[in-house]
């Protein structure tokens, strides 16, 4: 398998562009999480879905952020308009199915830089 | 208080040494986690532990529920462990709650 897929892996932007980051979940996992990194705050969870379904949002900062999951193989999270504190690296998760499996496998992340 | 803190955040060891990285928590849990991130890197599930111990290769986990503590352990260390190591844990849920790292330098 080839593991979770992000894109882009890095991204430079100007304030007040609209971004979109993207996420392919391993076949057959039924929850992606979305989480930011910063060195100010470490990691954060922005977002999970189970079953394309968004089960906690809370940790979404605002709401310049949308994230959606259109079907079990593909997530976006969305940041319109972004701003410089935007500046993270934002990684996407996936948990195999099935009670007790509490292992997430994360992606590389996107490093976003908005200028 | 943060729910997951970990200690120290910074360490600095001489290759060879016996490291120990400690995460204690102060809600109840259904798993613990220990992750490792090399610098400019992804996140590398080490460890998921719900009781006792677990080794792998030079890397051992171990948790005490009474007590809320957990530790990872670097016998022999090498310069290629250098990394942040992140204690994490599922609270109920399966979500993640994270302490804040140990940044890990092996000197050769």
């Known amino acids: 398998d080839a593991g979770v897929i992000q894109s882009p892996r890095h991204e430079v932007t100007e304030m007040g562009q609209e971004v979109t980051l993207r996420c392919k979940p391993i076949?057959?996992?039924?929850?992606l999480f979305w989480y930011r990194q910063t060195m100010m705050r470490g990691l954060e969870l922005l977002i999970y879905?189970?079953?394309?379904?968004?089960?906690?949002d809370s940790g979404m900062p605002e709401d310049r952020f949308s994230a959606k999951m259109p079907n079990a193989s593909f997530s976006t999270l969305k940041i319109q308009p972004s701003e410089p504190r935007d500046s993270a690296v934002y990684f996407c998760?996936?948990?195999?199915?099935?009670?007790?499996?509490?292992?997430?496998?994360f992606g590389p992340g996107t490093r976003l830089t908005v200028l | 208080k943060n729910e997951v803190e970990q200690s120290p955040q910074n360490l600095t060891a001489q290759e060879g040494e016996f490291i120990t990285i400690n995460c204690s928590y102060s809600?109840?849990?259904?798993?613990l986690h220990w992750l490792q991130q090399h610098p400019g890197g992804g996140i590398v599930s080490l460890f998921m532990?719900?009781?006792g111990k677990k080794k792998h290769g030079r890397l051992i986990a171990t948790i005490n529920i009474q007590e809320k503590h957990s530790s990872l352990h670097i016998t022999a260390s090498h310069p290629r462990d250098s990394a942040v190591y992140i204690c994490?844990?599922?609270?109920?849920?399966?979500?993640?709650?994270f302490g804040t790292g140990t940044r890990l330098k092996v000197l050769a």
């Open positions: 994490a844990v599922n609270a109920g849920t399966y979500k993640y709650i």
């Open positions: 076949s057959g996992h039924d929850y």
């Open positions: 998760a996936s948990r195999v199915k099935g009670a007790g499996y509490n292992e997430q496998f």
């Open positions: 809600v109840g849990i259904s798993a």
């Open positions: 532990l719900s009781s």
């Open positions: 879905f189970n079953n394309n379904v968004p089960i906690d």
